[in-house]
């Protein structure tokens, strides 16, 4: 079941999305090579918690931190330890907060020094389908419109669009009705309405989409051992069109 926001309950969202924007920006600021991944965890942590936030993913089914820390191969759901990062990688960076009782939920991949060209192609893309993936999500449109148009921008760069995860409802919790897969056609899925809110968070490889879980039981990553990039929004359908709460 969909579950529509009133615009006060939208408002409570958008509070708990700046906190992750953020924190999302402070990682921007003071990721740098040599750092461990544990020692962002903790950055983001504090940044969240001193805005009275408690950090979402902690403790989640078991998850151990408050970031999901993914480098280079690795997809989604890395955590944070002692891996230090180095100047080429790129590392997503998720961050989920809790205020109120309500989610915000958003992910974005940093590069470290220089990077390859093909990773940073790789990063630019993904981003971008993020935006054409957030343009569609209007009151009218079907669902299938924002996976279709994830997708488009993806594939017609070659990349592999992951189909193991995706995005989805967003609320009083942090996964709700609807899924928001990033591959699809535009008939499909349920039609939008102003108030539902969704977290669009296309997961993209240079190469192939399949992935596998190591065996911490958390990390995804690429079957084929080429990079992943990862960019997510929590985003409001208003009747003025899509409404990006994870901004600062
Ligand atoms: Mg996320
Ligand atoms: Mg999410």
Known sequence: MIKLKTKEEIEIMRSAGRIVAEALAMVGQEIKEGMTTAKLDALVEESIRSNDSVPAFKGYHGFPASACISINEEVVHGIPGERIIQSGD???????????????????????????????????ITEKSLLAGIDKARNGNKLGQISAAVQKVAEENGYGVVRQLVGHGIGRNMHEDPQVPNYGSVNEGPVLKTGMVIAIEPMINCGTYHVKTLPDGWTIVTADGLPSAHFEHTVAITENGPDILTVL
């Open 90 to 124: 790129i590392v997503s960076v998720d961050i989920g907060s809790i205020l109120n009782g309500f989610y915000g939920d958003s992910a974005k991949t940093f590069a470290i020094g220089e990077i390859s060209e093909e990773k940073q192609q790789l990063m630019e």
